[in-house]
């Protein structure tokens, strides 16, 4: 791959939030949100970042917009003929990189301000980088409202006056208002109804045709994934267990996490058999991992070398990445088709 072809790499990633206790608030230890993760994300595609709720996948779109310090490691924007890092930037100077990597968040009523006007709430980034001011300040409010399905004339209403689907328009449009190369979606669609997610995914496939964007998309929900990502990466406890094309993915799953990921999504035909993998025990502790695999206790496949080894993340096929001392011996279970 062309080192021109990526635009965002993260190298050996990590985010631990201290555990403080007693009086004087020591540290106790640390709970691992993201431990030494490293992927690409390619120029315009969409990056699906799936997993267990608590498994760090929202933690990781937080450092890649900075709304968190990481620990260690890098994120790698990459311009036209240098590499940023953004670990190592002050609050100030990651300010024109605030412009260029966006995020909209899970729940549409909460992440608005409900004292503000959807003009306000939309204009509020363009004012804040000096974009436009007055009359050409309406005007592209308005353009923005317009691009993502909603009426102009409606920018003076407060959020409360939307539905949740208009209300996440409100926010993709705002997310689009300084013209970003890279769109964070957490959890995009999981607040809103089924009837309303389809139209919420396909603006955004429309959008990033219109205006070359790249996504990562961070879900739970693998049906809605494979609709609207490229490639797709998988976590379990703070590390990248699996990466790989949607369609090879979804096929051929090499982990066994990802397998049973799979074997959980709802099939919509009343002839097929729910084959369902039910793991055993619970996610593990990030604060407290087990040794060697993290995901060994829950593993059906799991031998003595897991309890005692990490596995490495390695490249198994071109684009097919994954964390199992065994992926190459193990006949694990993909589907045949996903319907959001």
Known sequence: MADNDVLLELNDLKMHFPIKKGFFQR?????????????????GETLGLVGE?????????????????PT???????????AVDLVSKTERELIEYRRVIRMIFQDPYASLNPRMTVFDIVADPLRIHGIVSGKDLEKRVGSLLEQV???????????HAFSGGQRQRVSIARAL????????????????????????????????????LTYLFISHDLSVVEYIADRVAVMYVGQLVELAPT????????????????????????????????LEGDVADPAN????????PRCRYAQDRCKTEAPKLRTIKEGHTVACHFAEELDLRGIKSVTV
Do not use: W
């Open 72 to 82: 260690g490691g890098e994120i790698l924007y990459k311009q036209e003929n240098e």
């Open 289 to 296: 991992p087990p040794s060697g695999c993290y995901f060994h």
């Open 149 to 159: 399905g909603l009426h102009p004339e409606h920018m003076r209403r407060y959020p």
């Open 247 to 278: 369609d090879e993915l979804y096929r051929n799953p090499k982990h066994p996490y990802t397998e049973a990921l799979l074997s959980s999504i709802p099939v919509a035909d009343p002839r097929y058999v729910s084959d369902r993998i039910i």
């Open 177 to 212: 208002a300084l013209d970003p190369q890279l769109v964070v979606a957490d959890e995009a669609v999981s607040a809103l109804d089924v009837s309303i997610r389809a139209q919420i995914l396909n603006l955004m496939i429309e959008l990033q045709r219109e205006l070359k």
């Open 53 to 69: 709720s608590g498994c760090g996948k929202t933690t990781i779109g937080r450092c890649i917009v900075r709304a968190y310090q």
């Open 27 to 43: 540290v106790v230890g640390h709970v691992k949100a993201v431990d030494g993760v490293s992927f690409e994300i390619k120029r």
